[in-house]
């Protein structure tokens, strides 16, 4: 079974252009991060299935392909945190 990693991109992840990015500085530059607003869906003539909106940081938002004609525009970015978990005072190891 192939697993497709764009399956589960959901609104609200953090993504950046990806392998098949061909779409000049609409993300106003490489390492440039958005953020999902809707996912495309079947039918749809502004979104169709296996594309994604973004909103740009930089103000920019439009439509871009997530497997739509084979390509893929977009990497997720991981922005999670890290660091050291910090106990509170009155709880002693």
């Known amino acids: 079974m192939d697993v497709d ?3 589960s ?5 953090r993504v950046v252009r990806g392998v098949d990015w061909k779409w000049g500085n609409q993300d106003s530059g490489e390492g440039n991060v958005g953020t999902v607003v809707e996912i495309g869906r079947t039918g749809s003539p502004t979104t169709p299935d296996k594309t994604v909106v973004v909103q740009w940081d930089q103000g920019n938002r439009t439509n871009y392909r997530t497997g739509f004609q084979g390509a893929y525009d977009l990497l997720l970015y991981d922005n999670a945190q890290i660091g050291r978990y910090s106990m509170d005072k009155k709880h002693k190891h």
């Open 5 to 7: 990693p764009y399956a």
């Open 9 to 13: 991109m959901q609104v609200g992840m």
